[in-house]
């Protein structure tokens, strides 16, 4: 039985390894952008109120001095000439992301960071805050209860911990959105689909794709940009419904990653390599300081205690490895293995590829984070 096992596990491996790689489709959607659909940046300026003697220093922010009394102004409250110094209060800049075709009304997240010298925004509440788009233009306003998420205690003599960042939060749904993009895609007889990893042949393919379901559709304009026409009468919602769900095979060029800091390395199943030779080795050279002391005959009248220098040194070079010869044309597979074969860390397996591309038999690109 043992023996019909190990046969039939062997016959599973060799098939397996014999068998054609399986075609690694992905839906048109997921390697691409769609021209117009997309998330608009808003920013806005505002005050924290109800902090804990943790906010600005009105001192040292007249910023923030300055909004909190046009605030009190607008509210009725005078306070020009009176000498302000709460730390109740923090000036802060207030980020969203109006997502598109979003309604008015809807509800977005706004995120809150400290602009000033305010120690924790913990515990504060964001006042009514408009949201500008780059257009100058107010899209939403937020306001709510600030969460950090970060926790921070301190003693009276001074120590202090605090885990995260006690100077930024969030406001889940804190925004409300109140004026709409004008992006009116029904009218639209054109759509540009945008590629995130730019490429001829997946571009080719992606008009290829959409020409035989819809003849005379689609056409590569360049390695980025697809452009699609509805056929047949139908409107540009559903003619784009259709089209993202068709699936391509994305083609991507021969690059191998290399993270030292991490000691990471990412390599493309493009990746080939020309006839090489490599070996592998680390010399290592250990010096020893013992110092021994030397002292003079008991009783003896002359001569001195002395410390007398002693060096042990020590050569240490890896043996019993031979060259690994990877042949022209090497795939990934043949790479990788022959460099666990010498047995190298990844740390050396960088340092390897950086000498292998140096030497021109490394036919893919190196990008070094």
């Known amino acids: 039985m043992r023996h019909l096992f190990r046969v039939l596990v062997t016959a599973a491996l060799a098939a397996a390894l014999g068998a054609p790689p399986a075609m690694a489709n992905s839906r048109i959607k997921d390697i691409v952008e769609f021209e117009g659909v997309r998330e608009n940046m808003l920013v806005g300026y505002g005050i924290v109120v109800g902090l804990n003697g943790t906010g600005d220093a009105l001192r040292n922010a007249p910023f923030t001095k300055q909004s909190l009394e046009a605030m009190l102004e607008r509210l009725g409250v005078n306070t020009r000439d009176a000498q302000l110094n709460t730390k109740n209060v ?219 220098p002693q060096s042990d040194i020590a050569v240490d070079e890896e043996t019993g490895r031979q060259f690994l010869t990877v042949r022209s044309g090497a795939s990934l597979a043949s790479l990788v293995a022959g460099l666990n074969a010498l047995g190298v860390t990844p740390r050396d397996m960088i340092s390897i590829l950086q000498t292998i591309k140096a030497a021109g038999a490394l036919q893919a690109d190196i990008e070094v984070m």
């Open 90 to 308: 923090a000036a802060v800049m207030v980020t969203a992301k109006l997502p598109a075709f979003a309604a008015s009304g809807a509800q977005i997240d706004a995120n809150v960071s400290a602009l000033g010298d305010a120690k924790s925004l913990m515990g504060g509440t964001l006042l009514v805050t408009p949201l500008l788009g780059a257009d100058g233009q107010a899209y939403a306003v937020a306001q709510g209860t600030v969460q950090t998420g970060s926790i921070s205690a301190s003693g009276s003599s001074g120590s202090s911990v605090s885990k995260g960042v006690p100077t930024a939060g969030r406001i889940a749904g804190g925004a409300s959105v109140e004026r709409e993009i004008g992006f009116r895609m029904a009218s639209m007889t054109q759509m540009r689909m945008t590629l995130r990893n730019p490429d001829f042949t997946t571009a080719r393919r992606i008009a290829d794709a959409v020409n035989v379901r819809f003849p005379g559709a689609a056409i590569a304009e360049n390695p980025t940009i697809v452009a699609i026409r509805p056929s047949n009468g139908q409107d540009m919602l559903s003619f784009v419904a259709q089209v993202e769900n068709l699936s391509v095979e994305p083609d991507s060029p021969a690059r191998v990653v290399i993270d030292e800091v991490a000691g990471v390395i990412v390599m493309g199943e493009n990746v080939r390599v020309s006839t090489v030779a490599i070996q592998q080795g680390n010399l290592t050279i250990t010096v020893r300081e013992s110092p021994a002391v030397s002292q003079p005959a008991p009783f003896a009248r002359t001569g001195n205690t002395a410390v007398v």
